[in-house]
């Protein structure tokens, strides 16, 4: 995690500022530790560059340390290999639901769940994250698509250009290091796809509706470095990487695969295990034979596709690591980057493909990612390379220009790179018959191209690439469209959720700060506080309609998370807690300050715990507090936090549970669920006496890591769970979990997860698909999404108002639509159409018609308000009327409906309308 922050006016004295640029407090005049930030509305507002920090490995070592405490598991066991075999499960449970339309239908209808809901795309809509790798398919009509692998959002599928982006593998955990697109024997079938992700590797024959496993033959694939399309036969791959050997042990070895991606048959395996790489020609004329492997500081070089090598040529034996790159037109010219002990990058250049090779000099600015280094087919002398910004050579790496400054992103994002440089695809594409070098740079904030080595960049994520990666969110109490949202390298986000009315995100956020924001908090539900950490300080986030940010310095001498968590005082909005080794209390201290006390004086450290993990209060008696710690030691407080008791039983292995989230009934002090890490435990916990005694609560729940619970918006104490691998549903009846996802929502890392009662909705924040809700359909539910609104205050002195009911299912065939707030004995009908609109007094209208052509009108339907206001009427979803028609509604299609009536405006007769309302078919 880096953090870059600047304003227009210090953006030229940052080499002097005293703070250091990873402090997003640094650019802000006076005590940096409490100072407002301007409005999000201001223009001085510039948000900055954001990064995970391979620049700095004592940040990027504790945030590993905190992954690591938050996955506890008894000794020997491998989470990440359990998470694996879940994962693997879920891919398969999809496969299958996307052969079978009718049970993928159910699953949509009713993932294990009473009650039916399905999902909707949030966003963002246009703050991209971070995206890995890059391949364009097969020439259709002179077009071809763009693939782009995120880091834990997937593979993507969008134009040349940047458009139409979607999302390729919702069905299969997490993102990709590597893709191969191979052209399919008929070009009316998709492109054939193969991805890995570490060690693992799956194709698609179908445009990414299911993904199967390859196999292996010869050895068995433990890590992966990196993958390549080679020349020779269609469908040839290779792979590099670290494989179990049998009879041999664990080396590094070179797979190949002859049959797109079916199956990768090991080809060699090198002395010794070792973080190398391997690169063969990529233009046309290639044949596959050529493979170079850079390998224990030896370059290696075979001619009959990697099967077997020659002397190798010693480079720097005392290297820990090694990328390389080459360029076809030097014969070819490779590039050599090999990592020291001291952590410097040297690097070496063969002007002879290989035969020998000479010391260049050491790079700036390195990452050293087996993708962090490209050259270029048709231009020997030009050399890229990245890390927190890109660098271009054009004398064979002797000396490199930055391609931009990570600042400079902000004022012009469409042509400038966002920071933190997460992989370079160096691609040879055709253009009007002749090839080309181009170039594509995935950061964290999108992928860019060049198609001149990096002397301008185009942005093709500016819209639709929905890969945030969210650690929690937190929707106004007040206003349930407003969604504030803390993410890892995307920053401190706002949003107003907007309609959907389609596959893909719908809602565009402002980055109002950058860095890694989570935990956020507040004490009434609203916009008012928000309080959220920064590995560092705390954010408070002031108003509901035009914030201000303020920042707040961690309690003196605390030890604590690498993100901390922060709870919300719910008898004061202006106060919250800090959670660390002891508890800490803010209030307010003057000038729009916050100031510390040490709350309680238990150290939370003693029983073998480093620190608390999780706090929460009973809505119904705020005395009574529940707390977790690192090491699953519950506690219980009935003074609202200042005493606490140790609870006696936590059931079995419960010292090997990380606490996570901690829920507590809305109605009942002594009725509480506890959540986190189930490798060796039962992951949820429920007391009903106070804490004095807990059962396990994970009947039907996979072994995994639950970040977040919450309860159904319905009233049925069902609960909903954010998981390492997926959202689940508990039936409280049955006190039973199931998966939630059912065929729609991504299979990725759920973090965070929060009920919005007000419209029926649990709205998750994923870490690298954004954020998703789960809307709930129950009898007589609300159906569809209000716009257009407040309606023109008619003659009742009120805004009308229109609402659906029943469910959004088509098949259902059930939707009502309600018009209210009118004048009493007022007469009127409803109109409908395929497109909104918004059109102030229309004709003699005083109201706003939220409607565009075609327009439909139920004639037939004309209503009368009553003395109550307000008039009703069941929609025949098989004949909306159009003009001169009528027709039956669609799945997937969104209709537009508004009520008009008559109203009397200052004395004269006249018309008016309601608001809108969208209703998307399912």
């Keep these: 995690m880096s953090m870059r922050t600047f304003t227009p006016v210090l953006l030229a004295l940052l080499p002097l500022l005293a703070c250091s640029k990873e402090d997003p407090r640094a650019t802000v005049s006076g005590d940096a530790a409490e100072q407002e930030w301007p409005a999000p509305t201001d223009p001085r507002r510039l948000a900055l ?9 004592a940040d990027r070592e504790a945030r590993a340390e905190w992954v690591e405490q938050m996955h506890r598991a008894a000794p020997g066991v491998d989470w990440r290999a359990i998470e694996e ?5 879920t891919r398969l449970s999809r496969n299958a639901l996307a052969r079978d339309p009718d049970g993928a239908f159910q699953g949509r209808r009713a993932a294990g769940g009473a009650a ?20 364009v398919g097969a020439a259709r009509g002179g077009e071809r698509s763009l693939y782009v692998g995120s880091a834990l959002g997937g593979l993507w599928r969008g134009t040349t250009d940047g458009e139409d982006w979607t999302p390729l593998s919702d069905g299969a955990f997490g993102g990709f290091d590597d893709v191969v697109v191979l052209e399919p024997t008929d070009l009316a079938d998709p492109d054939l796809l193969v991805v890995r992700r570490g060690a693992t590797v799956l194709r698609s024959e179908d445009g990414g509706a299911t993904w199967l496993d390859p196999t292996f033959v010869g050895g068995t694939l433990v890590s992966g470095r990196r993958m390549v399309r080679a020349g020779g036969p269609r469908g040839s791959i290779l792979l590099f990487g670290a494989a179990d050997v049998p009879g041999v042990g664990r080396r590094s070895a070179l797979f190949g695969s002859d049959d797109e991606g079916r199956s990768f048959w090991l080809r060699h395996w090198f002395g010794v295990q070792w973080n190398g790489d391997v690169w063969t020609p990529r233009t046309a004329s290639a044949t596959g034979d050529d493979v170079w492997v850079l390998q224990a500081g030896r370059l290696h070089r075979s001619s009959d596709g990697g099967w077997s090598f020659g002397t190798p040529l010693v480079v720097d034996t005392g290297a820990t690591a090694g990328d390389l790159a080459g360029s076809e037109a030097g014969g070819p010219v490779l590039y050599m980057a090999l990592r020291q002990s001291s952590g410097d990058w040297n690097l070496h250049r063969s002007d002879d493909a290989g035969a020998s090779s000479g010391f260049v000099r050491t790079l700036d600015a390195f990452w050293g ?17 990245g890390g927190v910004e890109a660098y271009v050579s054009t004398d064979r790496g002797a000396t490199a220009t930055r391609i931009n400054t990570w600042g400079s992103y902000y004022g012009d994002p469409a042509n400038r790179l966002h920071a933190d440089i997460r992989g370079i695809s160096g691609l040879v594409v055709e253009s009007s018959g002749f090839e080309m070098d181009a170039v594509y740079f995935n950061t964290d904030g999108g992928t860019y191209v060049s198609y001149n080595g990096g002397a301008t960049v185009q942005n093709l994520s500016l819209e639709g690439l929905g890969v945030g990666q969210f650690y929690s969110t937190h929707t106004s109490s007040l206003d349930p469209r407003r969604i504030s949202g803390g993410t890892q390298d995307q920053g401190y986000q706002l949003g107003t959720r907007a309609i959907s009315t389609g596959e893909g995100p719908s809602t565009a956020f402002e980055q109002v700060i950058s860095g890694d924001y989570g935990h956020l908090t507040s004490g009434d539900g609203t916009h ?22 303020r920042f707040v310095d961690f309690p003196a001498g605390s030890t604590q998370l690498w993100l901390p968590p922060v709870v919300a005082d719910p008898t004061d909005r202006q106060r919250f807690f800090f959670l660390g080794r002891r508890l800490h209390r803010y209030e307010p201290a003057g000038g729009g300050n916050w100031a510390p006390t040490q709350w309680s004086s238990v150290d939370f450290a003693a029983g073998g715990s480093l620190y608390l993990t999780a706090m929460g209060f009973a809505p119904s008696d705020p005395n009574r507090a529940y707390a977790l710690t690192t090491q699953g030691v519950l506690h219980v407080s009935n003074d609202g936090g200042v005493t606490w008791s140790s609870s006696a039983n936590g059931g079995p292995g419960s010292h090997y549970f990380y606490g996570s989230a901690v829920l507590v009934d809305p109605q009942d002090p002594d009725h509480a669920y506890f959540a986190g890490a189930g490798y060796s435990t039962a992951a949820v916990r429920e007391t009903t006496d106070g804490g004095a005694t807990w059962q396990a609560r994970s009947s039907g729940l996979p072994s995994t890591l639950i970040h977040d619970i919450a309860f159904s918006p319905d009233g049925s104490g069902d609960l909903f769970a954010a998981g390492e691998s997926g959202a689940y549903h508990y039936d409280a009846g049955t006190r039973t979990w199931s998966d939630a996802l059912g065929a729609d929502a991504p299979v990725t890392t759920y973090w965070s997860v929060e009920t919005v009662e007000a419209s029926n909705r649990v709205r998750f924040g994923t870490y690298g698909r954004g954020i998703w809700d789960l809307a709930l359909v129950s009898d007589g539910g609300m159906v569809g999404d209000r716009y257009c609104g407040p309606a023109v205050v008619n003659a009742s002195i009120q805004s009308a108002e229109i609402r659906g009911a029943g469910s959004p299912f088509l098949v259902d065939d059930d939707l009502t639509l309600t018009a209210s707030q009118m004048p009493p004995n ?41 003395t109550s206001g307000s008039f009703s009427m069941a929609v025949d979803t098989s004949a ?43």
């Design 49 to 57: 560059g954001e990064g995970e920090g391979e620049d700095d490995d």
């Design 85 to 89: 075999r879940n994962r693997r499960a």
């Design 116 to 135: 039916p809901w399905f999902w909707e795309e949030v966003g963002s809509r246009n703050q991209a994250g971070h995206t890995r790798c890059a391949a």
């Design 369 to 385: 990612a087996t993708t962090s280094m490209v050259a270029f087919a048709y231009d020997a002398n030009r050399l890229i390379y």
């Design 528 to 549: 008012e506080y928000v309080y959220s950490t920064y590995p560092g300080f705390i954010l408070v986030q002031r108003g509901e309609t035009s914030p201000t940010l």
């Design 826 to 866: 007022t007469f009127g009908f409803f109109i409908v159409s395929p497109n909104p609109g918004e059109f102030p007094t229309p004709g003699s209208s005083v109201g706003t018609l939220c409607l565009n052509a075609p327009f439909g009108r139920y004639f037939t339907h004309i209503l009368n308000s009553g």
């Design 880 to 922: 909306i009327p159009q003009p001169s028609q009528v027709v039956a509604a669609e799945v997937g299609q969104t209709w537009y409906f508004q009520a008009w009536f008559r109203d009397v405006y200052t004395n004269l007769s006249s018309s008016n309308f309601t608001d809108g309302l969208a209703v998307r078919f399912r």
